[in-house]
């Protein structure tokens, strides 16, 4: 299987910031990678697909890039409502698997 | 509008069996690839397994955790995927989502997620 590691795992941030979340794949998996938001109690929603593809609708202060085994998700400037967990998944293979979540808080 | 809608979760006793449903709408179910996903209270996201499309038959894909115990299936009128789970075990206790595969050119993501069903495994 391939593992999905995310870092931080958390992290505190001010409306305004720049932030850089980063996913990193057990193996190779070119640019089969996705990043989802997930607010409390809500399910998850797409941002990026193919790691820097943007899903129809979502804004373009999210940004994502990287390929073979290390990709990172960008927010260019933290609003209010972005406060959420983000989650990197790997669709190269199965079992598909996500990253463990990097969960953004308010400073 | 695309929508997928779940439910069929509850309370389950260790053992036992349930079956979950999601309605789908606004766009040609048999078209798509539709994945579920699951989320234990706390924990991050586990995907499930996979029903393929029409043209490759409906075949499925399963995580090692649930192969055997579960099974992905989808109804003749095509409105519908359901995912039967027996064999329940207290670690299965999570919100299930199903979820649309994109079927624009190579992607494969997942691309809309229906809002969840609990589904709870205690004595």
């Known amino acids: 299987d391939i593992q999905m590691t995310q870092s931080p795992s958390s992290l505190s941030a001010s409306v305004g910031d720049r932030v850089t979340i980063t996913c990193r794949a057990s193996?190779?998996?070119?640019?089969?990678l996705a990043w989802f938001q997930q607010k409390p109690g809500k399910a998850p929603k797409s941002l990026i697909y193919?790691?820097?593809s943007l899903q129809s609708g979502v804004p373009s202060k999210f940004s994502g890039s990287g390929s073979g085994t290390d990709f990172t998700l960008t927010i260019s400037s933290l609003q209010p409502e972005d406060f959420a967990t983000y989650y990197c998944?790997?669709?190269?293979?199965?079992?598909?698997?996500f990253g463990g979540g990097t969960k953004v808080e308010i400073k | 509008e695309v929508q997928l809608v779940e439910s069929g979760g509850g309370l389950v006793q260790p053992g036992g069996s349930l079956r979950l449903s999601c309605a789908v709408s606004?766009?040609?179910?048999?078209?798509?690839?539709m994945d579920w996903v699951r989320q234990a209270p706390g924990k991050g996201l586990e995907w499930v397994g996979r029903?393929?499309?029409?043209?490759?038959?409906?075949?499925?894909e399963y995580a090692a955790s649930v192969k055997g115990r579960f099974a992905i299936s989808r109804d003749g009128s095509e409105t519908s995927l359901y995912l039967q789970m027996n064999g329940l075990k207290t670690d299965d206790t999570a919100v299930y989502y199903c979820?649309?595969?994109?079927?624009?050119?190579?992607?494969?993501?997942?691309?809309?997620w229906g809002q969840g069903t609990t589904v709870t495994v205690s004595s």
């Open positions: 998944q790997q669709y190269k293979s199965y079992p598909l698997t």
């Open positions: 193996q190779g998996i070119s640019n089969y």
């Open positions: 029903s393929r499309n029409k043209a490759n038959t409906y075949t499925t």
């Open positions: 979820a649309r595969v994109s079927n624009w050119g190579n992607r494969y993501d997942l691309d809309v």
């Open positions: 606004g766009f040609t179910f048999s078209d798509h690839y």
């Open positions: 193919a790691a820097s």
